[in-house]
């Protein structure tokens, strides 16, 4: 063995590292670890009874967000000193007498506005010392819960805001400000919902707990096998066929798990091995699995935690959060098929043997076509089917749905029991037969169902995400009570209370399994609300917006590269949610107001995506990306060289988040649906040419220059608009004293930009662009009067003399005396798209340069 590789973990070492990142190390016997797992199931009951309409229904047990954000932090802060070891030397198989004491302390100072809330109620922003007190040892209890949970850096970067809050005055120059007291710090961090307790806190409260336990549930019954096994039954023969089914099944495991290092290992534990049997390397093969797991917390319709929290800051609902991340992950995993099949195709790799039995490729097309149209007739049938059932059934409804739903649930169970059930197959046996496709897929439909419920509550009955997940999680819970009862039946076998037994045991696993993956996100939101009450409470948010102006040169392209690297640079050390926080908080409003005064209006949530992305794309860069590690642990290889080799793989998640900044399109903002189609076949094509042109190979080996081409195609594929732009500019400008021309001349629902001078929120002089859309009316002057906006027009010149509270114009961002310096109204001229044309003509002749170099002996080997 060659002295960089080692050999691979064993499974013991696995759980241990999964164990020590996520759900704590520490796994004491006897009635410690009784308490410690009662003390997690009891957390997710709680959450259960919360989320439900049940306290509503009954009368008793109702909390307001505020009690139950505290609550939930205590549960956190108990379980995170009772499941985290302080040190490394620190025992694992008991609880030492101090962490006892540090944890009850931690959960009755995160209890505390639980339990005192109506004498805190009383006393609004008059904290006595004793809430004092009981601040200052929750925050240090909270920071060292931080350390130990998620490691330093989140603890550090927490309390260099809070000692910026106290030591204001003392701060150099553009950093000063006036600085808060003790008692003022306390209060606004742990007494009110500004610090600790604020949105992020409550948005892991609310909804980000049970998604974990969902997914948790999914896996303990068995999902997580399940997808795994199906995506090798069809992927795994082709060329570089286990890498194929590694992407799938970890986009798939995606759904389950919202940690990227539990995914790898989870699904790498099986791929990893069965990729280094076709001929990848092992750090190819620790790569792949870590771009793909990583990959599945973009990947609708559960993302992670982040994505709730977008909800909150972009104030959108999750439905359309998915709505707009949906194309972006979607093509990010097309291209990482891609780019395996690239590898395969380089080293001229073979699949593994099937087990399907052989049918004609007419078959194999018809046989998808004909999945895919009865997927379809059955969405269609179920989506517009209910449709016309709500107003006939009214109340009823839910209850009909729910029977439907049983009935279906065990006409699944009753198909699947005819085939035999899924085993855990050891990657590493000698000789490996991959499972066929058709048993694989049947036995195991019933898993599809709770997803399905989760999305017809989150996009059709539009419940909220909490309550969606409430009711998946309810039908979660009755099919792990009774799958194993209702097949034994369909079987033949009588083991009615063994299977009863055993449904609940995985059921109580699940729960345990599902609060404990859950202290680290509710420490790391709770931990970050530190840093956002800071920047509230000191402002040093609108400071850090002119220091990174200072730093950009006013450069949109250039400060969206500073976030990129600070995200990069925070992930080494943050989990993705408290990175997500940090930067959204500093950053996001920076971004957008630059993107204004370079005449570029950028939406909101293609900030916040921006910043989610390159958040995640932290556990893969070198030198501290988790994910890697934990690859390279299952792998044997080296962690740093995978770490860059899967950066490398993921530089089209990197490209994303900058193309759909400038090209709102890819997030699906504005376009009908038939747009939709056309932009994903696109924005497909052009990321499998950009994928080809990073990788040096298409058909043959890329030259230098037919890499510079193929990028080139990507580029104008993805943002047609650039090139259009040179060619004929897309507005005319028109003179600031005619804006009532300009709005009588142009359709409904249009938008101009209006360029405006002003005085920024302290006071100094600075220039925008704003997007005002155009509203209805029959003349230019009933449009401007719709718009909410009054000008005093003196020659040329043109000045807001008045806008009306409340209006358009008043959302928009007019103010009074801004000066209206230049308006750009859109002009009629060639769409976009034919911009297509020439990038496709240039990519046809790549491909015409590349067939003409191909070997004879190629033809055959490339057609796999």
Not at 334 to 352: C, Q, R, T
Not at 744 to 761: F, Q
Request: neutral net charge; contains cysteine; charged residues 15%.
């Amino acid at each position: 063995m060659s002295a960089d590789k080692k050999a691979p973990a064993n499974d013991v070492d696995l759980e241990e590292m999964v164990a020590a990142s996520d759900s704590g190390a520490r796994k004491p016997a006897g009635m410690p670890g009784k308490l410690l797992v009662g003390i997690a199931a009891t957390w997710s009951l709680f959450q259960l009874w919360f989320a439900s309409p049940l306290p509503y229904i009954l009368g008793f047990g109702v909390f307001n967000a505020t009690q139950a954000r505290s609550i939930h932090l205590a549960f956190a802060l108990f379980l995170a000193f009772m499941a985290y070891p302080a040190l490394k030397r620190s025992p694992r198989d008991r609880i030492p007498i101090q962490d006892w004491v540090f944890a009850g302390v931690a959960a009755f100072c995160g209890a505390y506005m639980f339990l005192f809330y109506a004498e805190l109620a009383q006393r609004p922003g008059r904290p006595q010392p004793q809430d004092v007190i009981v601040g200052v040892i929750g925050i240090i209890m909270l920071l060292e819960a931080a350390r130990r949970a998620l490691g330093p850096p989140l603890m550090i970067v927490a309390s260099v805001f809070i000692l910026y809050s106290l030591l204001g005055p003392y701060m150099p120059g553009l950093l000063a400000h006036r600085g808060v007291s003790v008692a003022g710090l306390i209060n606004h961090q742990w007494l009110t919902t500004q610090g600790v307790f604020g949105i992020a806190l409550g948005v892991s409260t609310s909804f980000v707990f049970l998604f974990v336990l969902f997914g948790a549930l999914l896996d303990k019954a068995g999902a997580g096998n399940y997808f795994i096994k199906v995506a090798f039954s069809m992927l795994g023969h082709f060329r570089g066929g286990p890498a194929k089914a590694a992407v799938v099944a970890s986009g798939m495991t995606g759904l389950i798990s919202g940690s990227s290092i539990a995914n790898t290992v989870t699904t790498g534990t099986f791929t990893i091995p069965m990729m280094k049997r076709v001929g990848f390397s092992a750090e190819k093969a620790g790569a792949v699995e870590v771009s793909s797991s990583v990959n599945g917390q973009i990947m609708p319709p559960v993302m992670g935690a982040a994505a709730f929290l977008m909800v909150e800051y972009v104030g959108i609902p999750y439905v359309e959060v998915i709505k707009h991340a949906f194309l972006p992950a979607l093509i990010s995993y097309i291209a990482l098929i891609y780019i395996v099949h690239l590898e395969a195709l380089k080293a001229n790799m073979s699949g593994l043997p099937s087990s399907n039995p052989a049918r004609p490729l007419i078959n194999k097309v018809l046989g998808f076509l004909t999945g895919l149209l009865l997927l379809m007739a059955l969405s269609f049938a179920v989506y517009y089917g209910l449709g016309w059932l709500k107003p006939v059934l009214g109340d009823a409804t839910p209850w009909v749905v729910a029977v439907v739903l049983a009935v279906v649930y065990v006409g699944l169970l009753k198909v699947g029991s005819r085939y035999p059930e899924l085993e855990m197959d050891d990657p590493g046996s000698k000789v490996l037969k991959l499972p066929q496709t058709r048993p694989t897929v049947m036995v195991g439909l019933h898993f599809i169902l709770p997803v399905i419920v989760l999305v017809w509550c989150l996009m059709v009955e539009r419940l909220s995400p909490g309550l969606s997940a409430f009711w998946a999680t309810v039908f979660m819970i009755f099919i792990m009570i009774t799958q194993r009862p209702i097949t034994a039946f369909f079987r033949g076998r009588s083991r009615l209370a063994a299977d009863i037994k055993e449904g609940f045991l995985d059921l109580w696993d699940g729960l345990v399994s599902g609060a404990r993956n859950m202290i680290g996100i509710g420490i790391a939101t709770a931990a970050a609300g530190i840093i956002v009450g800071a920047v509230s409470q000191t402002g040093v948010g609108l400071v850090l917006a002119d220091v990174v102006e200072i730093l950009s040169m006013g450069n949109l392209m250039l400060i969206l590269l500073l976030t990129a690297v600070l995200s990069l640079i925070l992930g080494m050390g943050l989990p993705t949610t408290a990175n997500y926080i940090v930067v959204s908080a500093l950053l996001a409003p920076v971004i957008v107001m630059l993107g204004q005064q370079n005449g570029l209006i950028v939406p909101l949530i293609a900030v916040h995506l921006f910043v989610f992305y390159f958040g995640i794309m932290a556990d893969v860069t070198p030198p501290v990306g988790l994910a890697s590690f934990a690859a390279a642990a299952v792998s044997g290889g080296d962690p740093i060289r995978t770490g860059f080799q899967a950066f490398y793989y993921s530089l089209r998640t990197a490209a994303l988040p900058f193309l759909f900044i400038f090209n709102t399109d890819l997030l699906l903002i504005d376009v009908s649906f038939l747009q939709g189609i056309v932009i994903f076949i696109i924005s497909t094509i052009a990321m499998l040419i950009f994928a080809a042109g990073t990788q040096g190979f298409m058909i043959v080996r890329n030259r230098w220059y037919e890499s510079l081409l193929l990028l080139l195609v990507a580029f104008t594929l993805f943002r047609p608009g650039y090139w259009m732009d040179i060619i004929h500019d897309p507005y005319q400008s028109v003179p600031p004293a005619q804006l009532e021309q300009a709005l009588d001349g142009i359709e409904d629902g249009s938008n101009i930009r209006v360029h405006i001078a002003g005085e920024d929120a302290f006071g100094d002089p600075m220039t925008t662009y704003l997007l005002v859309p155009v509203p209805s009316g029959d003349s230019g002057a009933e449009r401007l009067e719709n718009l909410g906006l009054e000008l005093y027009v003196d020659g040329d010149q043109a000045i807001v003399d008045f806008v009306e509270f409340g209006s358009l114009a008043d959302d928009i961002g007019f103010d009074f005396d801004q000066e209206i310096l230049e308006i750009l109204a859109p002009v009629d001229r060639w769409a976009k798209e034919w911009m297509w044309i020439p990038g496709f003509l240039l990519f046809g002749l790549v491909v015409l340069l590349q067939r003409r170099r191909r070997e004879p002996t190629s033809a055959q080997t490339a057609s796999a």
